[in-house]
């Protein structure tokens, strides 16, 4: 899952909260000065179903 926003996002902490899910996950910024003046930015989140934290919990439930 990626995320790019031109804005802030209405509830921050609920993004990072959704975002750190992941198994990996990151930023990635690029300056003005490669972007013909406008600074980029992105986070990042890696999920694989299968060691996911959310997987392995529902495992557990499952038996």
């Known amino acids: 899952m990626e995320m790019r926003l031109s804005v802030r996002a209405p509830d921050e902490c609920g993004v990072l909260a959704a975002l750190a899910?992941?198994?990996?996950?990151?930023?990635?910024y690029s300056p003005a000065s490669?972007?013909?003046?406008?600074a980029k930015e992105s986070?990042?989140?890696?999920v694989h179903v299968d060691s996911s934290p959310y997987a392995q919990r529902k495992r557990q439930f499952q038996g």
Not at 34 to 38: A, E, Q, S, T
Request: proline share 0%.
């Open 43 to 46: 986070v990042w989140s890696e």
């Open 34 to 38: 490669c972007n013909g003046g406008v």
């Open 21 to 28: 899910l992941g198994d990996r996950w990151g930023h990635r």
